[in-house]
């Protein structure tokens, strides 16, 4: 597992890290969301040993990282968010490079850096110079780099950023790849539909915190049920409202003519029940569902409370009950 814990980190006056904790399970592919600024790229690279944090903790395999760095380079491989070529090396010659960073030397470096090519979709390119790979092959070079002493876990920032979509699909299988072979991933990303295709869990992270953390089918079901409710009804307005006001699930109303918006904490039987409420009271509805839920929606729920504006927004009417 890596663990982390209360992680504090300020460059001069900006505060970067505000005290952040994180628990990334064994096997996981674990994304972490969060606008500019959150505090992604510095978090990795305090995980992979780039950066020191002022104050916090963070272990992998119950190996603490910040006082045996030696070992935990061993642990942990890193992908930037940047390529940085090497003029004139080609694919083989830059994988030696680094492989030499990690006692690998003459035939064993050889063999280890064509198995790692190969594993990445690169056998072919290993004459080709690095400087003048696609920025997709680039990203498959950085991945082989980073896996070349077979860390258990491998932390990427930002992988498909700036990638066309068939460079960003097949990093995304390499990634998928990797996880089902036994490693642990952790990565950052701004496209949030991407993550909840790719990952396990997720993690978002606002102003150097961490908001919300879980598996990516629990906090979709928690978009689910975030949702509003719309409900529209042929006539019979008032009534409704009354029943709305009633019901314990309902937090508030947003109303436009005989269309209805309501924020409810309830599930699927609770919806049932003011459904079956409403037509027995005859008020005839003729629309009734949740509306679809994204992740994108969620994260902004969850990274600035936006409801106010969205009612602001509007001419409609709003009760809050
Ligand atoms: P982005 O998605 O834009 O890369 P991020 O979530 O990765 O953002 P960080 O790069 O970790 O966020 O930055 C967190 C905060 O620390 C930001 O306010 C940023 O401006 C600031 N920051 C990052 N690096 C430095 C630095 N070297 N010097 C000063 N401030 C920095």
Redesign the pocket.
Same mark, same amino acid.
């Given at each position: 597992m890596l663990e982390i814990r209360d992680l504090v !980190?300020s460059? @001069?006056s900006? /505060?970067? &890290?505000k005290g952040l904790s994180l628990q990334v399970e064994d096997g996981s592919l674990f994304g &972490?969301m969060?606008?500019? @600024?959150? @505090? !992604? *790229? *510095? #978090? #990795? /690279?305090i995980a992979a040993g780039l950066l020191a944090p002022d104050r916090g903790q963070i272990s992998a395999d119950g190996l603490d990282l910040l006082q045996e760095p030696a070992e935990a380079r061993f642990l942990i491989g890193f992908v930037p $968010?940047t390529f940085g070529a090497y003029e004139n090396l080609t694919v083989l010659q830059y994988l030696e490079f680094f492989a030499s960073a990690y006692r690998y030397r003459g035939r064993n470096a050889r063999v280890r850096c064509e198995e790692l090519l190969d594993r990445v979709g690169m056998a072919d390119l290993s004459g080709r110079e690095t400087a003048a790979l696609s920025r997709g092959m680039q990203q498959r070079l950085s991945i082989a780099r980073a896996l070349i002493h077979d860390p258990k876990y491998l932390l990427l $920032?930002?992988p498909t950023s700036g990638l066309d979509p068939g460079s960003r699909f097949s990093v995304r299988e390499l990634l998928g790849e990797l996880c089902e072979s036994g490693k642990t991933i952790v990565l950052?990303s701004?496209v949030l539909s991407e993550l909840s295709e790719l990952c396990t869990d997720i993690g978002i &992270?606002e102003d150097?915190r961490v908001k919300v953390t879980g598996e990516v089918s629990e906090i979709l079901a928690k978009i689910e049920h975030s949702n509003p409710l719309k409900i529209s009804v042929v006539s019979g307005e008032e009534t409704a409202m009354g029943i709305f006001r009633r019901n314990p699930y309902v937090r508030s109303v947003m109303r436009s003519g005989k269309t209805f918006s309501l924020e409810f904490e309830g599930g699927g039987e609770e919806e049932a029940a003011l459904l079956r409420d409403l037509i027995e009271a005859e008020i005839p509805v003729n629309g009734f569902m949740r509306e679809p839920g994204s992740l994108e929606s969620f994260f902004l729920k969850m990274t600035s409370d936006n409801r106010e504006r969205v009612i602001l927004d509007n001419d409609d009417e709003e009760s809050d009950l």
């Open positions: !980190k460059y @001069g900006v /505060r970067a &890290l &972490l969060g606008q500019n @600024g959150a @505090g !992604k *790229t *510095t #978090l #990795l /690279r $968010d $920032d930002e950052s701004h &992270l150097g």
